[in-house]
């Protein structure tokens, strides 16, 4: 598979931040290992230099870059491990993404918020919430490794303003839904070993190493309204696991 989609929406450098991104939180680049060229990476990538260049301006603005006049760029000496990344610019972007994937299978159940789910929502943990797993895949037809499995919580109040659901991503539904307008959010990258059932979904062995992008999207006013995650393999993503197994 192709480390970049040319006829996705996403931007190209956007796309390519992205996966230079996933090497460093992979543990495929460490602090102070230098950076290729720009015509490398643009050789390595089919695109012009330009947008490497632009790809690479987004993570020295999100300190994951450094560069040292006279011998090149390099990965940071602390980049953040979990540092956010802005998605208010790419949100439209993000959801146009989603006209391209079709829904293949669907799981919706109420089950008590977990820790970390209800301090993104802001609710008491054990508050049952709504989780919604999809199994996605190119509408085309076209590869995109074995598609994506994508985790979602939502609290029972924005369910019920979704109510009744339609078929398809729900990040779009969300985003019309009268309200709840998407208007920001950040983004995690890193690099986890697949449990049993995320395996099954993906179609790889337990332990592999996947792709995991840990999202929250927020309304105008502010409001997390979705937290989870999106997990696809690494093919076409040289991820390693690191040496702490996150």
């Known amino acids: 598979m192709r480390p970049i989609e040319p006829s996705s929406p996403v931007p190209l450098y956007f796309q390519i931040a992205n996966v230079v991104q ?4 992979g543990g495929t680049l460490h602090p102070g290992d230098p950076i290729e060229t ?8 089919g695109v012009s230099r330009i947008t490497v260049r632009k790809a690479l ?3 020295r603005a999100d300190g994951l870059l450094k560069v040292e006049r006279g011998r090149g760029t390099f990965v940071a000496d602390s980049p953040r491990p979990v540092g956010p ?12 993404r989603g006209e391209t994937l079709e829904v293949v299978r669907e799981e919706q159940t109420h089950i008590p918020a977990a820790p970390a789910v209800a301090r993104a929502l802001e609710i008491r943990p054990g508050t049952k919430v709504v989780r919604i797993r999809q199994h996605m895949l190119p509408a085309d ?3 995109l490794g074995t598609g994506i499995w ?3 919580f939502l609290t029972r109040q924005t369910w019920r303003r979704l109510s009744p659901i339609q078929p398809g991503p729900v990040l779009q539904q969300l985003d019309r839904a009268p309200g709840l307008r998407l208007a920001g959010g950040h983004e995690v990258i890193e690099a986890v070993a697949a449990d049993a059932e995320t395996a099954e979904w993906l179609g ?4 592999a190493a996947i792709l995991r992008r840990q999202r929250e999207y927020r309304t105008a006013g502010g409001r997390t309204v979705v937290f989870g995650w999106v997990d696809r393999t ?3 993503i040289p991820v390693l696991l690191s040496r702490t197994e996150r």
């Open 141 to 143: 037809g076209h590869a």
């Open 150 to 152: 994508l985790t979602y």
């Open 22 to 25: 996933a090497r460093i939180f």
């Open 204 to 207: 790889v062995p337990p332990g």
């Open 57 to 59: 301006e987004i993570l």
């Open 234 to 236: 690494t093919a076409g």
């Open 38 to 45: 720009e015509k490398e990476l643009a050789d390595e990538f």
């Open 85 to 96: 990344t802005a998605l208010h610019l790419f949100l439209d972007d993000l959801i146009a």
